[in-house]
């Protein structure tokens, strides 16, 4: 019996290729299935350990490899007075955190987590968020000191306060 050409060959494997999701599955000859393994849901950050200033904000890149071109967000850990927000990209789950302090959020270290979901799959990121005291800057002024002496002569002193980040 004549054997089949490779050409038809192909063409009947490609014909049995199943596409199931994210999983292919090709029977060949000898009947064996292969299939890609299924993409792990990963959630991380270009820096695990994050300082914010009361009274400021800070963006920090989130890499978020899923199975689907969403996920769901969500963070838990923050301190008071400070407040999250995490814009997606258009095209694939990763994104822009960005962590707000007010003037009186509380100072301290802390370990947030970061937990995302998607296809039925979890994961979770902790990082290092340190809250310092708001920077005084910008600090201006003139003060005017007055000397008198016995005979009733006055001197003036002027002092001139300028500075930047203390």
């Known amino acids: 019996m004549p054997q089949p050409s490779r050409s038809i060959r192909r063409m009947k494997l490609a014909a049995w290729g199943l ?5 292919l599955m090709i029977a060949g ?3 064996k299935a292969f299939s890609t ?3 792990v849901l990963t959630v991380s950050l270009s820096n695990t350990t994050i ?27 923050l301190p008071p007075g400070v407040s999250q927000s995490y814009k997606e990209s258009e095209s694939n789950p990763s994104g822009l955190l960005t962590l707000t302090a007010n003037a009186s959020a509380s100072l301290g270290t802390y370990m947030p987590t970061i937990t995302v979901g998607s296809s ?24 005017v000191l007055r000397l008198e002496t016995p005979d009733r002569a006055s001197w003036r002193l002027a002092i001139q306060l300028t500075s930047s980040a203390m």
Do not use: R
């Open 29 to 31: 000859c000898g009947g």
């Open 19 to 23: 596409f199931a999701g994210s999983i």
């Open 120 to 143: 039925g799959q979890t994961a979770t990121q902790v990082f290092t968020l340190v809250v310092g005291a708001q920077s005084k800057t910008g600090v201006s002024g003139k003060e």
């Open 37 to 39: 393994p299924p993409v």
């Open 51 to 77: 300082d914010l200033q009361q009274g400021s904000t800070v963006s920090v890149p989130v890499v978020i490899v899923a199975p689907t071109e969403t996920a769901t967000f969500n963070i838990t850990g």
